[in-house]
Each structure stands twice: as C-alpha cells, then as structure tokens.
C-alpha cells in the first residue's frame, strides 16, 4: 500500500495521528520551487494571522466541517501566542460540501469587515454542522453586517481564494484538512502544540 493509500484511509477511519504529505529523503524534504512557495505564502487574497512580517510563514489547509481543524483552533491560538516571529496563513479548502462552501465564502467574506480572527474562531468553535443557517447564524454572534457579508461573498476575490486553494492542493497532492506546511516540510492531520512548534523550527532552520 503507497502513503497516498495510507493517508486516504487514515482520513477515512477519523485518524487524527499527524503523517507527512510531501516525499522526502533521509536527511531533508525536497525543496519546494520558489514560484508555488510565493504563491502558497503569498496570495494576496489569503488572510494573514501572527506577524505579518514574521521570519517564517506556517500555512494551514482547512475546512469548517473538518473535526480535526476544530480540535486545531486552540492550538493554533497559542502557537500564534508563543511565537512572536510566526506569520500564519489559511487557506479555505472547503472539502466536506455546501455548507464548507458557504462557510468559506462568508469567512473570507469577513475580512471587510475586520473580524476575519473572531468569525474563524467562532466558527471552529461551532458543535453543528456549518451550513449558511448556523453559518450566519454565528456572523451576528460577532457582530458582523449580514447584508454586507452576503454581498462580499460574492466578490472575485473569495472565488479566486477558494480555486487557489483547490490547485495548490492538487498540484501538491494533499490528502485532507488539516495540512500544515511550512518551509519543505507538510504535515496531514491533527498536531500537539510541540509537534507544530517543531515544525516550525525545522523551518526556520531549513530556510535560515
């Protein structure tokens, strides 16, 4: 059975054990060609959480839908928290259907409206299924303008963001939601703050 296989079927199964996505060697991952490193990190269209002129850039690939990504959004908070060098961008990757999709509009959607952070989180945080109901349901939590959000939704720029997201994880061959990324090194599934922490630093010390 390939890692690809492996991956799918831990995915299946509700695995949440962190597993790398990108092949690598014995010492170092391949190194990733600097034209897709601009276009994963640097996409002007993705919200930027942490530094924004952080030393080292962490990606993650998620969906509202996703359990992992939930169980994520406490960890990601203190990462960000403990680590005043780290730049943070998501990437809507809405995999799990409809209400993914309408989720991921109206999150990108927030960031008009200068609550993309609380809307993520609350978002996250939500037990129901993200779909437009519970959806819009959470934006008036936050304060945000519904009739304003609605209309934003349909900006160039969020359907351009949700493409992007879909070939970048095409052309990378990602397995799911979460997938963390930083430096050459890609990591599936649900991570202890030490294991992404560690991540983190084997990417400062690749690209330093």
């Known amino acids: 059975m390939t890692r690809r296989h492996i991956l799918i ?52 690939f998620f969906d509202y839908n996703c359990p992992f990504c939930r169980k994520m959004v406490g960890t990601m908070q203190k990462l ?48 129901d299924r993200a779909v437009e109901a519970t959806v819009m349901r959470v934006a008036r939590k936050v304060g945000l303008d519904e009739e304003k959000l609605r209309a934003d939704m349909e900006a160039p720029r969020v359907e351009q963001h949700i493409q992007m997201s879909g070939d970048l994880a095409g052309h990378m061959g990602l397995m799911g939601t979460p997938t963390f990324i930083a430096g050459d090194e890609g990591v599936f599934g649900e991570m202890s703050l030490k294991e992404i922490q560690g991540l983190v630093a084997r990417a400062r010390k690749t690209l330093g």
């Open 80 to 127: 960000i928290s403990s680590d005043p060098q780290l730049r943070v961008v998501y990437r809507e990757w809405p995999v799990f259907g409809e209400g993914s999709v309408f989720a991921a509009r109206a999150s990108l959607a927030s960031l008009d409206q200068g609550k993309y952070w609380q809307f993520h989180a609350a978002l996250l945080g939500m037990k």
């Open 9 to 60: 079927s831990g995915a299946a199964l509700g695995v949440g054990a962190a597993m790398p996505v990108f092949a690598q060697d014995a010492d170092r991952p391949n190194p990733m060609p600097e034209e897709l490193r601009k276009s994963l990190e640097r996409d002007p269209t993705s919200p930027v959480l942490g530094n924004p002129d952080g030393d080292i850039t962490l990606t993650e």
